[in-house]
């Protein structure tokens, strides 16, 4: 079965100042990986997802994430962050034989000082 | 529109209440889910239904029952909760619950039994 670590549960980052947030997910094949970002009390927002192809890819608000097969990695980045940056950060992986199921890290908690 | 509406927002209800979450879609979708997410943890997936058939039920005890009248809706039945049911209650839909498809959240109902 598909599994996924996000192995820091609080960042904080001054604002204006470069972001990269860690996942390593456990998985065979090549999985299906997402980004979500969720502010208290909200539901789940996709900033973006890699299937297959370019490994870098660009999402929604300025962050992008690079697949790396050979770390098991899909880190999330942003070079400046903003205040509503603010918010909550969960990884994702989904597997086509496990139909659409997705299991998500623990989460990683964005805490941006002014 | 990428909108998922869920209905109620909050919730409260005792252990012999019975009361049910709602949720809908109008993207067309075939396939859609629901999730419970405790305080500080990710969400962790409850159902899902496939063209209006249950395709996926993670062992979740029988006090919790999904229906899904048609495509765009989807309800949760609760009967005889226990305070630990206390959760934020996210519903989501995806095009039709192949492989790796992108989820839609909705904003969540957030349940408290008391």
């Known amino acids: 079965a598909q599994s996924v670590t996000q192995p820091d549960i609080h960042i904080t980052v001054s604002e204006g100042a470069s972001l990269e947030l860690r996942c390593n997910y456990s998985?065979?094949?090549?999985?299906?990986l997402f980004w979500y970002v969720q502010s208290p009390g909200q539901g789940l927002q996709l900033l973006l997802k890699?299937?297959?192809?370019?490994?870098l890819v660009q999402g929604i608000k300025g962050f992008e994430a690079e697949f790396k097969r050979s770390q098991s990695s899909f880190n999330l980045r942003k070079p400046s962050v903003q205040w509503s940056d603010a918010a909550e950060y969960f990884c994702?992986?989904?597997?086509?034989?496990?139909?659409?199921?997705?299991?998500f890290g623990a989460g990683t908690i964005l805490r941006v000082k002014s | 529109d990428t909108e998922v509406t869920q209905t109620p927002k909050h919730l409260v209800m005792g252990m012999t209440n019975k009361k049910s979450l709602k949720c809908e879609q109008h993207?067309?979708?075939?396939?859609m889910y629901w999730y419970k997410q405790k305080a500080k943890k990710p969400p962790e997936l409850m159902f899902v239904?496939?063209?209006?058939?249950?395709?996926i039920n993670e062992s979740v005890p029988s006090r919790f029952s999904p229906e899904c009248p048609n495509s765009s809706l989807l309800n949760l039945h609760l009967h005889a909760l226990q305070p630990e049911d206390s959760a934020l209650y996210l519903c989501?839909?995806?095009?039709?619950?192949?492989?790796?498809?992108?989820?839609?959240f909705g904003p969540g109902t957030r349940l408290l039994v008391l």
């Open positions: 994702a992986v989904g597997a086509r034989e496990y139909g659409n199921k997705l299991v």
């Open positions: 890699y299937f297959s192809g370019d490994t």
């Open positions: 989501a839909s995806s095009q039709d619950g192949g492989g790796g498809e992108t989820q839609y």
């Open positions: 239904y496939s063209y209006e058939k249950l395709s």
């Open positions: 993207m067309g979708h075939r396939a």
């Open positions: 998985y065979g094949a090549t999985p299906y």
